[in-house]
């Protein structure tokens, strides 16, 4: 072994705490972003409220000021480009996330000017009736839907229904399994309440049926693993935090966990500030009796004229910001003290980038969103039994992005369609193909059976195995248990019970 000093050049592009807000804003729903502008419009003074009908302040925060306000290099906004692909701009975003393990930020967001939605000649009563969003599932009727699916011997299957009537609001699982097999009213054998516990650690949320925080933290861990989007993770590190050192953490016993570990002490606090970021109550995710009303990211409407299905971005909760005018022309003046301009210059420095933030977000929901009118043209024109399989790689790969943009792009947020309102994540899914080689969602498997039943004769309803007859005479070639499972989801009684005489 021997000790050598050597010299290497290269190029590396470094990317600011400035443009990782770009990411986080990305993924904040509507209601988040209007929260995160209200508190930046109380932290920089140099920002206000701009009117809706007034003018974009574009052309007055570029070319005049003064070169200690512009961006640098590595401060540089993301490219914003209309038209072709976009890879520039996504392949920037996506390099952000690499950041999160190493910078402390308070991600804040701006606005882009507020604009009403055109109801033209449209009837406002009956858009609203279109729109309203179904009642909201309780975590256990949402754990219930998904359970039914799952593929498990039947002894299995009792104690994995039994399991979810023990799951509390936050998604824990605190009540030990020799108690769930006391108290139940069937015979249930711990090997299968062992066995259907880790299938139920499966569904979503992810996180739930776990039995103490690290556990439920794992789960997501492992999740985020299968799905590839690990980008700032370092799972081992993680991983052993929470299993060997879930104590440690709890009393902040940072230089202790540090020695143990061999690890420097700034990598355990960033990993757990990126630990911090999942979801501690998962249960909480799914219902719950504070839900606020709905509100849509964007909206999908038919333009008459041309018979193309247009997307608008929906920016009336957040208010339009720009820089206030007066500062700007304090910053310019030479009269003030070297001090003032030098705050005035990291506040307009900062708001700039906020605003440029705010509509890199919008960009990148939009053309997502772009993608999913594109293939899902047959949802917007007949209906739910139409819908396609869309897996998200299939969007990453038109738009030359990372999988992990596009789920970080539809996360939480929703969109209006003449069809109604649906979380975005609803057009994301997967499917069979029919005879004929046209691809179909499970979503829509399930509304040809629902039509099935609706036009059968009711004096003669028609049995599972003559509905598998029936879907496979329309390409669809499911087996019987399949069609047992999903009328049972859409909550259609056996033929017996539909019988009219």
């Given at each position: 072994m021997q000790l050598t000093q050597s010299l290497r050049q290269d190029m590396r592009q470094v990317l600011t705490p400035r443009m990782i807000q770009s990411m986080e804003i990305l993924q904040l729903p509507l209601m988040a972003l209007e929260q995160r502008i209200e508190q930046e419009?109380?932290?920089?003074?140099?920002?206000?409220?701009?009117?809706?009908?007034?003018?974009?302040?574009?052309?007055?925060?570029?070319?005049?000021?003064?070169?200690?306000?512009?961006?640098?290099?590595?401060?540089?906004?993301?490219?914003?480009?209309?038209?072709?692909?976009?890879?520039?701009?996504?392949?920037?975003?996506?390099?952000?996330?690499?950041?999160?393990?190493?910078?402390?930020?308070?991600?804040?967001?701006?606005?882009?000017?507020?604009?009403?939605?055109?109801?033209?000649?449209?009837?406002?009563?009956?858009?609203?009736?279109?729109?309203?969003?179904?009642?909201?599932?309780?975590?256990?009727?949402?754990?219930?839907?998904?359970?039914?699916?799952?593929?498990?011997?039947?002894?299995?299957?009792?104690?994995?229904?039994?399991?979810?009537?023990?799951?509390?609001?936050?998604?824990?699982?605190?009540?030990?399994?020799?108690?769930?097999?006391?108290?139940?009213?069937?015979?249930?054998?711990?090997?299968?309440?062992?066995?259907?516990?880790?299938?139920?650690?499966?569904?979503?949320?992810?996180?739930?049926?776990?039995?103490?925080?690290?556990?439920?933290?794992?789960?997501?861990?492992?999740?985020?693993?299968?799905?590839?989007?690990?980008?700032?993770?370092?799972?081992?590190?993680?991983?052993?935090?929470?299993?060997?050192?879930a104590r440690d953490l709890e009393l902040n016993r940072y230089p202790q966990i540090s020695r143990?570990?061999?690890?420097?002490?700034?990598?355990?606090?960033?990993?757990?500030?990126?630990?911090?970021?999942?979801?501690?109550?998962?249960?909480?995710?799914?219902?719950?009796?504070?839900?606020?009303?709905?509100?849509?990211?964007?909206?999908?409407?038919?333009?008459?004229?041309?018979?193309?299905?247009?997307?608008?971005?929906?920016?009336?909760?957040?208010?339009?910001?720009?820089?206030?005018?007066?500062?700007?022309?304090?910053?310019?003046?030479?009269?003030?003290?070297?001090?003032?301009?030098?705050?005035?210059a990291n506040n307009v420095r900062n708001a700039r980038w906020l605003i440029e933030s705010l509509q890199q977000r919008d960009n990148t929901i939009l053309r997502v969103i772009r993608a999913v009118v594109e293939h899902q043209r047959d949802f917007l024109d007949h209906g739910p039994e139409h819908l396609r399989p869309l897996p998200m790689i299939q969007v990453a790969d038109q738009l030359g992005i990372h999988v992990a943009t596009v789920s970080r792009a539809v996360s939480e947020k929703w969109v209006q369609t003449p069809r109604g309102i649906y979380p975005l994540r609803r057009f994301f899914s997967g499917g069979t193909t029919s005879a004929d080689g046209e691809d179909m969602s499970w979503d829509a498997v399930k509304e040809k059976l629902r039509a099935l039943v609706e036009q059968e004769d009711k004096r003669n309803p028609l049995k599972d195995d003559e509905l598998v007859a029936k879907l496979k005479e329309q390409g669809i070639d499911i087996a019987r248990r399949t069609v047992a499972k999903y009328r049972k989801i859409l909550k259609i009684p056996p033929a017996g019970q539909r019988r009219q005489f």
């Open positions: 419009l109380e932290a920089n003074p140099v920002l206000e409220l701009r009117e809706p009908d007034e003018q974009s302040p574009s052309a007055d925060a570029e070319g005049d000021d003064p070169a200690d306000t512009r961006f640098t290099d590595e401060e540089r906004p993301m490219v914003l480009k209309e038209d072709g692909g976009g890879s520039e701009d996504f392949a920037r975003l996506e390099k952000l996330a690499e950041y999160l393990e190493n910078e402390e930020f308070h991600s804040n967001a701006a606005g882009r000017p507020s604009r009403r939605l055109d109801e033209g000649e449209r009837d406002k009563k009956l858009d609203a009736m279109a729109n309203t969003a179904a009642r909201s599932q309780n975590l256990t009727e949402h754990l219930l839907e998904q359970w039914r699916f799952v593929e498990c011997p039947d002894p299995v299957r009792r104690a994995g229904e039994a399991i979810l009537r023990y799951i509390d609001e936050d998604g824990y699982l605190r009540t030990p399994l020799e108690q769930i097999q006391l108290e139940s009213r069937q015979p249930l054998a711990i090997e299968d309440l062992r066995e259907a516990l880790k299938l139920v650690q499966t569904l979503e949320p992810s996180g739930v049926g776990a039995r103490d925080l690290a556990e439920c933290l794992l789960i997501q861990l492992d999740d985020l693993q299968r799905q590839g989007d690990t980008q700032g993770h370092d799972l081992e590190l993680e991983r052993k935090l929470l299993r060997e050192h143990k570990l061999g690890r420097d002490i700034h990598q355990i606090q960033a990993a757990v500030r990126r630990l911090r970021r999942l979801h501690p109550r998962p249960g909480r995710l799914i219902g719950g009796k504070d839900a606020p009303a709905i509100t849509p990211d964007a909206v999908i409407y038919r333009d008459e004229e041309t018979g193309k299905y247009e997307v608008r971005m929906n920016n009336q909760r957040a208010p339009a910001l720009r820089i206030n005018g007066q500062y700007q022309r304090m910053l310019k003046d030479r009269e003030c003290d070297k001090k003032t301009r030098d705050f005035l």
